[in-house]
């Protein structure tokens, strides 16, 4: 049994940084990828970055790129969400997912998701 378990929302104010945590339990994706995505009231589910493990790539949304980082620690199984100079429209909830894809950015092509953390940003 695969578990996604996000972490680290909350209420900021613009400008101010929030780090979110994926902590994964089961079988892991050291040879897939996982994905941060995000969706706000009304709209559809959104991608904001994802992680390969195997071969270490890296790929953001241009919404998020220069102000999010996405890594992992394999010994904790763990994926973070490392978001600066948030902006109001960076509200939503955030879902971690996962996939035994090499690289996936559609939410279709991941079967496993975290229950979201919502994060708020205030101007």
């Known amino acids: 049994q695969v578990q996604l378990v996000e972490s680290g929302g909350g209420l900021v104010q613009a400008g101010d940084s929030l780090r979110l945590s994926c902590a994964v339990s089961g079988r892991t994706f050291s040879n897939g990828a996982m994905g941060w995505f995000r969706q706000a009231p009304g709209k559809e589910r959104e991608f904001v970055a994802a992680i390969n493990w195997s071969g270490g790539g890296k790929y953001y949304a241009d919404s998020v790129k220069g102000r999010f980082t996405i890594s992992g620690d394999s010994a904790k199984n763990t994926v973070y969400l490392q978001m600066n100079s948030l902006k109001p429209e960076d509200t939503a909830v955030y879902y971690c997912?996962?996939?035994?894809?090499?690289?996936?950015?559609?939410?279709?092509?991941?079967?496993?998701w975290g229950q979201g953390t919502q994060v708020t940003v205030s101007s």
């Open positions: 997912a996962g996939t035994y894809k090499t690289y996936a950015r559609y939410a279709r092509e991941y079967a496993y």
